[in-house]
């Protein structure tokens, strides 16, 4: 049994952060910004509300978009890396909001590339024949963790959710074909929040020293993300017997427009085949690739049978590619 995409939806916020903005908040330009990044604004969620808030909008557009209600849920996968609070789970935030009577969940922590890995993980569930409807959901308020004081970082994130409804299909000609996901810890001291954890848990100190913002030493990220997302996504193509021309579109994480163009050249693919959406949302953590999917369908970009790769990296170091075939007519 395959799983198949049946529904993609997104959300982001209505208040924008514009690169103008940026440059009466810090020492920057937009020129500055728009060269080193290709960002142009961002979106910023309101100060009361959290993760869950864009996580149930975007999902509420799945269930829309497929005519379904959310008591047929089975589970609901959730990847975020600024999750309401510590616990309960933002999954469980959520079923709570949506009313989804009949699932279980829960959250996948895995930075940046947590969406693909959670994507992954719930098509497990379906393969095996165990669940026949998951939502899963990347969703992130990056800005309840940037310091608008910090030039480095705050030019680069905003606030974002998307989802898309897995489901089986009882052909084994779309779906999922494929994924290769890898985890390096030696990334640990180049993208991290020290505060806020069981290590280093929230007191006058570190709210002092500035530990519950994102930490990042850009350019050794910058490095790893373009090495390894071209060389994962040549690797998942080559294992599948496929090359550059048969994929339709590829959609990699948006952290940086430099890095997709690395990654394009060095994979030899026309540019015209990525999803580029950076410019208008920053770096959205793990609601990057499912926010990008969900304009690319609403655009009509991808038709059924169409061959799509995803391909991410993020904090830990994690990342990888996922490979599979348009299911929506
Ligand atoms: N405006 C103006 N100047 C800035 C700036 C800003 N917003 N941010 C940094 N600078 C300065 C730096 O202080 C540095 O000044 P210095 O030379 O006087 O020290 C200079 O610009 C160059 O900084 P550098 O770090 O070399 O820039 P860069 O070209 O590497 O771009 C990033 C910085 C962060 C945009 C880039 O490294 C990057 O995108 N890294 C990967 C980020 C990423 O993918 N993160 C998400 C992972 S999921």
């Known amino acids: 049994m395959r799983a198949i995409i049946t529904g993609v939806g997104h959300f982001v916020p209505d208040r924008k952060l514009t690169n103008k903005d940026l440059e009466q908040m810090v020492d920057t330009s937009d020129e500055w910004i728009t060269t080193r990044t290709g960002i142009k604004e961002r979106r910023i969620l309101e100060k009361d509300k959290g993760t869950s808030y864009m996580g149930v909008k975007a999902a509420k557009m799945v269930l829309e978009q497929r005519g379904i209600s959310a008591d047929e849920l089975d589970l609901i996968l959730v990847s975020t890396a600024t999750p309401d609070m510590m616990f309960p789970s933002t999954a469980a935030l959520i079923q709570k909001e949506l009313k989804a009577t009949n699932c279980w969940g829960f959250d996948l922590s895995a930075g940046c590339a947590g969406f693909v890995c959670a994507l992954a ?26 310091n608008y004081e910090d030039r480095n970082t705050c030019v680069l994130f905003g606030d974002a959710a998307g989802a898309v409804l897995l489901e089986p299909s009882n052909t084994d000609d779309l779906g999922i074909e494929d994924f290769l996901l890898y985890l390096d810890g030696s990334g640990d001291k180049s993208l991290y929040m020290a505060g806020g954890g069981s290590l280093m848990p929230a007191t006058l100190e570190t709210v002092d020293n500035q530990m519950h913002y994102l930490y990042q030493d850009g350019k050794t990220v910058f490095k790893f993300a373009v090495t390894n997302m071209a060389d994962v996504s040549k690797k998942i193509l080559e294992k599948n017997r496929l090359s550059g021309e048969d994929i339709k579109l590829f959609i990699p994480h948006q952290a940086n427009l430099r890095i997709i163009d690395a990654a394009a050249k060095k994979m030899k693919i026309n540019r015209d085949q990525f999803v580029i959406n950076i410019e208008n949302y920053g770096n959205t953590t793990t609601a990057t690739i499912p926010l990008a999917m969900s304009e690319a369908y609403q655009e009509g970009r991808m038709q059924k049978g169409d061959w799509i790769v995803l391909s991410t990296f993020g904090a830990g170091y994690t990342w990888g590619s996922l490979l599979f075939k348009w299911a929506i007519d």
């Open 121 to 146: 993980t719930a098509s497990q569930f379906i393969e095996t024949g165990k669940y026949k409807k998951i939502m899963v959901i990347g969703a992130d308020k990056m800005s309840s963790i940037v």
